[in-house]
T-cell receptor, first 114, second 108 residues
């Protein structure tokens, strides 16, 4: 089944403890993206990647890192998580950006930073 | 700067009534506009995009560059339309901006 898979789905952790949220897609999509969703703010883009080894900052990149070593994977790294990064995170992918292809979203990862 | 504004957090209508979900945007270039929908317990998914000028599940949206709007409309709402709706914009650098969402509740 074609899909975007995020892990973990839920995580409770403490301030400063490095964590990684994985995202994998099996559709050979070039474009991948991370969003955070907060009440009243909708989805805000954190980072995106047009293709392997190409990443760019979205609207709210502070406190996050990403890498795109392989086409299918786009992990989100929080080197030193803080409570203001408590949020619901979505990964998404597009076949190719720029031609109005739909974004395919994962199920979301709910992070709680204590 | 917020590029996409959805002024209504919640919109309640009765089944069979017309519905309009508002979306205004702010962008000086040539944006691509989309509507995404999230039904209960499902993933966020594309509903329609302005470039296609399509009608999906009875919904339409017209890009009005003069008013910088991309309102979503349906002449007769159905109960199964109840969901969270997000307006989104893609800029010339392939960044995406989403509105804060409107929850549509269609009452029987």
């Amino acid at each position: 089944e074609a899909q975007v898979t995020q892990n973990p789905r839920y995580l409770i952790t403490v301030t400063g403890k490095k964590l990684t949220v994985t995202c994998s897609q099996n559709m050979n999509h070039e474009y991948m993206s991370w969003y955070r969703q907060d009440p009243g703010l909708g989805l805000r883009q954190i980072y995106y990647s047009m293709n392997v080894e190409v990443t760019d900052k979205g609207d709210v990149p502070e406190g996050y890192k990403v890498s795109r070593k392989e086409k299918r994977n786009f992990p989100l790294i929080l080197e030193s998580p803080s409570p203001n990064q408590t949020s619901l995170y979505f990964c998404a992918s597009i076949l190719r950006a720029g031609n109005n292809q739909p974004q395919h979203f994962g199920d979301g990862t709910r992070l709680s930073i204590l | 700067a917020q590029r996409v504004t959805q002024p209504e957090k919640l919109l309640s209508v009765f089944k069979g009534a017309p519905v309009e979900l508002k979306c205004n945007y702010s962008y000086s270039g040539s944006p691509e506009l989309f509507w995404y929908v999230q039904y209960s317990r499902q993933r966020l998914q594309l509903l329609l995009r302005h470039i296609s000028r399509e009608s999906i599940k009875g919904f339409t949206a017209d890009l009005n560059k003069g008013e910088t709007s991309f309102h979503l409309k349906k002449p007769f709402a159905q109960e199964e339309d109840s969901a969270m709706y997000y307006c989104a914009l893609r800029d010339n650098f392939n960044k995406f901006y989403f509105g804060s969402g409107t929850k549509l509740n269609v009452k029987p």
